[in-house]
Structure formats: C-alpha cells, structure tokens
C-alpha cells in the first residue's frame, strides 16, 4: 500500500495505491576441493547470488528520507575463490597452518553498472604445545 496526496479540483484527497510484486530468482554455486598431498589441500568456489531488495528499498522510509521505488529490481553478483590450505605440520614444539585464498566479485546495479572487488585473505596459525 502506498498513501499518495494529489489535487483533485483544488482540493487536497488521500488515496491508497496498493500493489504487489512477486519476484522468483535462482542462486546457485558450487565448491570443488582436491587434496594434493596428505598436508596440502587446493580450493575453489564459484557462485552467482541474487539479493533482493529490502523492504525500505520498495516501501521506502519517511524517518530515513528513502523514497519507495516498487519496480527496483534484485543485485546480481558472480563470485570466484581460489584458494589453498596447508598443514599441519610439527616444527620442534610447535604445530603450524597456512591458508590463504583470493576471489573476484562482480556486481551488477543497476543504478551503477558493473563493480568489480578483488581481495585476498591469509592465515598463518601456530600452535605451542
């Protein structure tokens, strides 16, 4: 429901338009992880999301000045990872982890075309027995 004010004649009416919307999106992926050696393990994932709208982005928000927008539609993303894991391996009293991975999303908006983010992220984990 969507309460607008409108001049009709020069007098000021209050009218409710209602609509509706049902949207159906697919999200989907999948992981593949090979182990090269006992110690050594090789990751990859590949995933398409779908977000959909929050109910300020369509009903808007009077307290936070958000307009309603009912056609907005869903985000898109593409997301890769590549990564690895290491371990565990025994040096002198110590037990000891690597890992590290990287990925590339890629986002489609529509009110700002394709964005692009590349990051990584290592961990180095040492235990003291």
Do not use: C, H, W
Not at 28 to 47: F, W
Not at 63 to 75: A, H, L, S, T, V
Not at 83 to 105: D, E, W
């Amino acid at each position: 429901m969507n309460p607008l004010v409108e001049d009709r004649n020069g007098e000021r009416i209050r009218e409710k338009k209602n609509f509706s919307k049902q949207t159906y999106e697919t999200d989907y992926g999948d992981v593949i992880s090979q182990l090269i050696r006992p110690a050594i393990v090789v990751l990859t994932s590949a995933r398409q999301m779908v977000q959909l709208p929050s109910e300020n982005e369509v009903f808007g928000d009077s307290g936070e000045n958000i307009m309603e927008n009912p056609e907005i539609k869903p985000e898109t993303s593409i997301n890769l990872k590549v990564g690895f894991k290491a371990g565990l391996y025994q040096v002198n009293k110590r037990t000891i982890s690597v890992s590290a991975s990287g990925f590339i999303r890629v986002t489609f908006f529509e009110n700002l075309g394709k964005i692009k983010s590349i990051g990584f992220d290592a961990e180095l984990r040492i235990f003291i027995q």
